[in-house]
């Protein structure tokens, strides 16, 4: 999960593992799988970075020492 800015500042939190597709209208629009989107105040490059270190953190958890 990832945390975002809506335009009037609060934030929200979505499954990075549902987004479908993002849009830059000059704001980003992060249309999820159901349909549903959200309007963001970060950059499509912001978000793709979130989503890359909210993966990198899962990823390095789950290495077992042998």
Do not use: A, C, H, W
């Amino acid at each position: 999960m990832i945390i975002l800015t809506k335009l009037n500042k609060e934030p929200v939190t979505i499954n990075d593992r549902q987004i479908e597709f993002i849009e830059k209208i000059p704001e980003s629009k992060v249309t999820m799988m159901n349909g549903r989107y959200y309007i963001v105040r970060e950059s499509p490059q912001e978000i793709i970075e979130k989503v890359i270190n909210f993966n990198r953190e899962i990823i390095s958890g789950l290495k077992v020492e042998v």
